[in-house]
């Protein structure tokens, strides 16, 4: 089975600072890696996401996140957020075949 | 175009009452999701659809009846719903099932009064 965890609830940052959203998981065998922001009263929106190749993943708004296989994390950065950026970042993995497994989330609050 | 359509935005329904949700993607997707959302929480998978048949349903109680008339469209039936049920309903879609990006609709916002 897989597991997602992301290790913290809440991420409070001023504008202009850097962030990162840590991700861990678990599984056995080779995973596929995404991150999705819901912003307040909306659907998921993809943000990036690691197939194969680069570990390094760039995806929309700035943000970027690297696979690291030896400690099974894909934490998410970015160099200077945005009050826009003020939402909920969910962390999710699939195995090829199986169901997507979602972290709990991680709510990021950008204050002026 | 990436973009899953979901209506209605927000419903309100008695525990008596019959309504569904529809859910439509034109991006030629075989794999179709519903999901639930609780306030604060992470979706949860409730059925999934490839090449227009249940594949996966998550023990969804009966009230809860979904459907998949043609590759681009899902609905989802309600009927005798509980209190518990109000939540965001999300409908998703990817290429096939498994693997492949979900990209996620709007939601509708579900009331159960």
């Known amino acids: 089975a897989q597991s997602v965890t992301q290790l913290d609830s809440q991420v409070p940052v001023f504008e202009e600072a850097p962030v990162e959203l840590r991700c861990n998981y678990s599984?056995?065998?080779?995973?596929?890696l995404f991150w999705y922001v819901q912003y307040p009263n909306q659907g998921l929106q993809l943000l990036l996401k690691?197939?194969?190749?680069?570990?390094l993943v760039k995806g929309i708004n700035g943000f970027e996140a690297e696979f690291n296989k030896s400690q099974t994390s894909f934490h998410l950065r970015k160099p200077s957020v945005h009050i826009s950026d003020t939402a909920e970042y969910f962390c999710?993995?699939?195995?090829?075949?199986?169901?997507?497994?979602f972290g709990k989330g991680t709510m990021l609050l950008v204050s002026p | 175009d990436t973009e899953v359509t979901q209506t209605p935005k927000h419903l309100v329904m008695g525990m008596t009452n019959k309504k569904s949700l529809k859910c439509e993607q034109h991006?030629?997707?075989?794999?179709m999701y519903w999901y639930k959302q609780k306030a604060k929480k992470p979706p949860e998978l409730m059925f999934v659809?490839?090449?227009?048949?249940?594949?996966i349903n998550e023990s969804v109680p009966s009230r809860f009846s979904p459907e998949c008339p043609n590759s681009s469209l899902l609905n989802l039936h309600l009927h005798a719903l509980q209190p518990e049920d109000s939540a965001l309903y999300l409908c998703?879609?990817?290429?096939?099932?498994?693997?492949?990006?979900?990209?996620f609709g709007p939601g509708t916002r579900l009331l159960v009064l």
């Open positions: 998703a879609s990817s290429l096939i099932a498994g693997a492949e990006t979900q990209y």
């Open positions: 599984s056995s065998v080779s995973v596929y």
């Open positions: 690691y197939l194969s190749g680069s570990t």
């Open positions: 999710a993995v699939t195995r090829g075949y199986s169901t997507l497994t």
């Open positions: 991006m030629g997707h075989r794999a």
């Open positions: 659809y490839s090449y227009e048949k249940l594949s």
